[in-house]
């Protein structure tokens, strides 16, 4: 694969491919978040209106995440949804990189007021913002294509590398590949559809997002049994400084 404008997601008669679960995966999609930051942050800087510079000062430091996914899902009919997309959590990011990250379905889609996903997941975003966090973007997407298409998502594939950097109190800037909890949320309403989701950890490999069914009991919020920690210690980060203090 190569970086840039020739990934995206088209809609094919393919059928749906095993999840690759490789390492080449994580590194590819893990260049291509790289890619668009870079891309962004230089976009973004000749721009002298205030969203673009603040924009540009997140895409810098904390507070912008580039999520790339490679997707393989059925969308019923014999077609299939098939290749990598970004999602950037900016608006005006992805204004500055003229659609090299997905539009991410509708306005309604990402405020809430539209279901995404499938009839099974019965699942609309939570009204406060996260539907146009990164990952939920690409899915948003999908979920567009599938019903442009006149199907719905159903089974196969998503491996997701999350490049989230956040501040630390201290002033530093870390870097994780976790959803947030409700990025989180999204994804085990995406397995109702029969997707699996994998997501690249902290060594670079593609972990299962849900491997023992235990999404459900993250709503109980038992800190001793949550399920979003225990992700979180699969992909091997540290519950502060994510994959690092970069
Ligand atoms: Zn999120």
């Not at 997601?9 to 870079?38: F, H, I, W, Y």
């Not at 099974?120 to 939570?126: I, K, R, V």
């Not at 539907?131 to 973007?137: Q, R, V, Y």
Request: proline share 4%; with cysteine; charged share 25%.
């Amino acid at each position: 694969m190569t970086t840039g404008n020739s990934a995206a997601m088209t809609v094919s008669v393919a059928g749906v491919a095993p999840p690759d679960l490789s390492s080449t995966v994580c590194q590819e999609l893990d260049a291509k978040n790289k890619d668009e930051r870079k891309k962004a942050i230089k976009e973004l800087k000749p721009q002298a209106d205030r969203k673009s510079q603040r924009a540009h000062t997140q895409a810098k430091g904390a507070g912008m995440t580039f999520s790339s996914a490679k997707v393989s899902v059925g969308i019923g009919g014999g077609s299939s949804i098939q290749g990598v997309a970004t999602g950037c959590s900016s608006g005006k990011a992805r204004e500055a990189l003229s659609g090299s990250t997905v539009k991410g379905g509708t306005s309604e889609m990402q405020t809430g007021k539209e279901k995404v996903l499938c009839e099974q997941a019965n699942y609309t975003h939570s009204g406060g913002g996260s539907g146009s966090h990164g990952e939920a973007k690409v899915l948003n997407e999908m979920s567009q294509m599938a019903k442009d298409a006149g199907g719905s998502l159903q089974g196969g594939s998503v491996v997701f590398n999350v490049d989230w950097r956040y501040s630390r109190p201290d002033g530093g800037v870390c870097e994780s590949g976790m959803p947030c909890r409700l990025c989180y949320r999204m994804m085990c309403a995406a397995q109702k559809c029969g997707i699996k989701i994998s997501l690249c950890d902290a060594s670079g490999k593609p972990q299962p997002f849900d491997p023992d069914d235990e999404c459900d009991k993250e709503k109980a919020m038992d800190p001793s049994d949550d399920p979003y920690l225990k992700l979180d210690k699969r992909m091997g980060e540290d519950p502060l400084l994510g994959r690092g203090v970069l």
